[in-house]
């Protein structure tokens, strides 16, 4: 089956911190996706990887970095987390080059930044 | 840039009536994909339904299917004979065709579905 998993559920953090979220998936996928989840504002890109050690900006990568060593681990990294952070994480992963476009999701990550 | 709009933040439902999402997009490709996600409460995100551009049909999925309105650049999801697992939120989502798996989200529709 199908297998995504976002290491933390939920996690509190205070501002300035560094935070770590850990992605891994088990379906030797090529490509691995951070978005995050805000109401209103439905899922956006922060940062993508089509092979290890590659990475590519999404949408808003501004305060995010991200790291992927290995080709099932996918971490999305804040330096410094800040208040407007806070929000909901989701990993996602996809086979590489000529799939359906199908997203595999992780149960995401629920961050509070106080 | 690609741009997806849903216009209605929640809608609802009688148990085994139907109901239909509305979503619009906006690109300039003639080649792309569509799909409609449904996230439930407190669980992963899945896929519910896909449309190619190229094709003409209608993508059906049992109880789910969608109106492709290519030129209106529309992609309404309709739900038949609801269930109370239906109830989530629904998401429509875009893809170009050479842009591997990078999809481009809508704002979201909240469902609720009444027994």
Redesign the interface.
């Known amino acids: 089956d199908v297998k995504v998993t976002q290491s933390s559920r939920y996690l509190v953090k205070r501002t300035g911190e560094k935070v770590f979220l850990e992605c891994v998936q088990d379906m030797d996928h090529e490509n691995m996706f951070w978005y995050r989840q805000d109401p209103g504002l439905g899922l956006r890109l922060i940062y993508f990887s089509y092979d290890v050690k590659m990475k590519e900006k999404g949408d808003i990568p501004e305060g995010y970095s991200v790291s992927r060593e290995k080709k099932e681990r996918f971490s999305l990294i804040l330096e410094s987390a800040s208040t407007n952070q806070t929000s909901m994480y989701l990993c996602a992963s996809s086979p590489g080059a000529a799939n359906t476009g199908e997203l595999f999701f992780g149960e995401g990550s629920r961050l509070t930044v106080l | 840039a690609q741009t ?1 709009t ?1 216009s209605q ?1 929640e809608m609802s439902v009688q148990e085994a009536e139907t109901v239909t999402l509305s979503c619009t997009y906006d690109t300039s490709e003639s080649d792309y ?1 569509l ?1 409609w ?1 449904k996230q439930p409460p ?6 519910v339904i ?1 449309q190619e551009a190229y094709k003409q049909q209608n993508a059906t999925e049992n109880r789910f299917s969608v109106n492709f309105q290519k030129a209106a650049k529309s992609f309404s999801l309709k739900i038949s004979d609801s269930q109370l697992g239906d109830a989530a939120m629904y ?1 429509c989502a875009y ?1 170009r065709e050479t842009s ?9 529709t909240q469902l609720t579905v009444n027994p």
């Open positions: 997806v849903q933040p994909y799909f996600y407190s669980r992963q995100m899945i896929l896909r998401f893809r591997g798996s990078r999809l481009t989200f809508g704002e979201g």
